[in-house]
């Protein structure tokens, strides 16, 4: 990859990891998600190797997918509450749908599918950041709604997480 667009990559990644953080607007937070996605895929697809072409594509529509369920949901949330600041989740709906998002794009248990192939296809540095530095935000948006999400649904996805990522552990 040429040394200008590794470091326009690695630059804009850095800018949405940052924004996804530190925002309690629900469109920036969901600017940031966006600005990460866009910077991750030209990392995913460098060596141009058909495997990390459909890891670039699954990655692509199933974070597009779980942004546009962030962005409902917190259209529909602030319609209903007239508020676009993250800690305010008030409805039940918002609340479902904003798990099942976090949920896609953290690649918990039943939305999991995805992940490990994309792992596959992309080299061990991508692999690396995909799995550390592209949870930070999801991880904040988690944080920062937990006081409004249902409680025994994180306990289970969470449980079940760890025991099918230590059962294919054993596995491997």
């Known amino acids: 990859m040429n040394p200008h667009a590794e470091l326009i990559t690695s630059i804009s990644l850095i800018t949405g990891t940052l924004m996804g953080i530190s925002s309690n607007h629900w469109a920036m937070i969901w600017a940031g998600l966006e600005i990460n996605t866009l910077a991750i895929i030209p990392m995913i697809s460098k060596s141009h190797h058909p495997r990390a072409i459909e890891a670039t594509t699954k990655y692509f529509l199933v974070q597009a997918t779980a942004s546009a369920l962030i962005l409902f949901s917190s259209t ?43 792992l596959q296809g992309s080299s061990l540095i991508t692999a690396l950041l995909l799995s550390t530095m592209m949870k930070f935000p999801p991880l904040t948006i988690l944080l920062l709604t937990t006081n409004s999400l249902n409680p025994i649904l994180l306990t289970t996805m969470a449980i079940f997480s760890t025991a099918l990522g230590g059962w294919m552990g054993i596995n491997q």
């Open 76 to 118: 529909i949330n602030a319609w209903s509450s007239g508020q676009w600041d993250i800690t305010q989740l008030t409805n039940t709906t918002s609340s479902a749908l904003l798990t099942m998002a976090i949920a896609t794009k953290l690649g918990l248990v039943p939305f999991h599918f995805w992940f490990p192939e994309v």
